[in-house]
């Protein structure tokens, strides 16, 4: 076991926020050394994004950027912060967030707790300018125009993210998922398509995230309205609300949204739908109950161009993105391909 794995393994034995705390003020400040260069097997590109491998970390770790420099050195192919709010706000009241150890899950209603922009700006200021970073963007609890604080996002971290992602699908801010119908959709992402920053003569890309509860009609339609307004991708999917009868941990009754290898079926059947409406026309970025290279394999060939993990972090450690990074390289080698994008959609 390594020494940040070791540090993980006594985090799991403190409150579950104050270890997410701690852990954030360790990799601020740890002085971690640089990750070894990547299988070249593993380097491939995301809407015009060059990554040195196709495992990122979701959003939700690290919701003000104050942790970037360390999140970089533990491998990722990139890393999204947020979600950040136009005005910080303090979140639900706590207890927020929850360990399901006996189901290898979290359940969490933290509800956008963050320190508002200008202090997430002035810290995307100073990112490691050598990894691709993404800003999560969400909107705060109190605003009517929920669009226009995706806006003000956008506008106000131009020029100071690799890439943006506008989350409709957090189950912890009243009204939110509402923007998921095609009406509000539309507007929404009109506006955003408006209001998209561009780095010199290229577009900075922009996904949007989607509940994982959504039915295959419904994906269908946030494809077509993503094509329509030119969205660069969708990142298949957030948390659920849903709660398997196969959960055994006590806290399982607690409200918010589950993530976790409980969540892995519901975001397995979206991502289908997804890739089945897309096409390969829209790119899809996989998350939601990955643990292992195999099942990182398994939704690249689902469709995913890249994969996102987060949950999983909190019981294997962080010397799991190293093991999912070696075991998919291997994989794909067994199948014969060459690059990761060869054996996106290979199970379609």
Known sequence: MSVIDLGGAILRNLDPETAHQLAIKGLGFAPLPAPAADDPILHTTLAGLILPNPVGLAAGLDKNGEALRGLSRLGFGFVECGSVTPRAQPGNPKPRLFRLTQDRAIINRMGFNNAGLDAFAARLDNRPKDVVVGANLGANKDTEDKAADYVAGLQRLAGRASYFTVNISSPNTPGLRALQGREQLDDLLGRIDAARPVDGAARVPVFLKIAP???????????????????????????????????????????????????????????????????????????????????????IRLGASAVQIYSAMIYE????????????????RADGFSTVSEAVNASR
């Open 213 to 299: 509860d959504l039915i295959s009609d419904e994906v269908a339609m946030i494809v077509e309205a993503s094509l329509a307004h030119r969205i660069d991708g969708l990142i298949v999917s957030n948390t659920t609300l849903e709660r398997p009868k196969t959960l055994r941990s006590a806290q399982a009754h607690e409200t918010g949204g589950l993530s976790g290898a409980p969540v892995r079926p519901f975001a397995e059947k979206a991502l289908r739908a997804a890739a089945e409406a897309a096409q390969g026309r829209l790119p899809l970025i996989a998350v939601g109950g990955i643990d292992s290279g195999a099942e990182a394999y398994a939704r």
């Open 317 to 332: 450690g962080p010397g799991l993105v190293g093991r999912i990074k070696r075991d998919l390289a291997a994989r794909l």
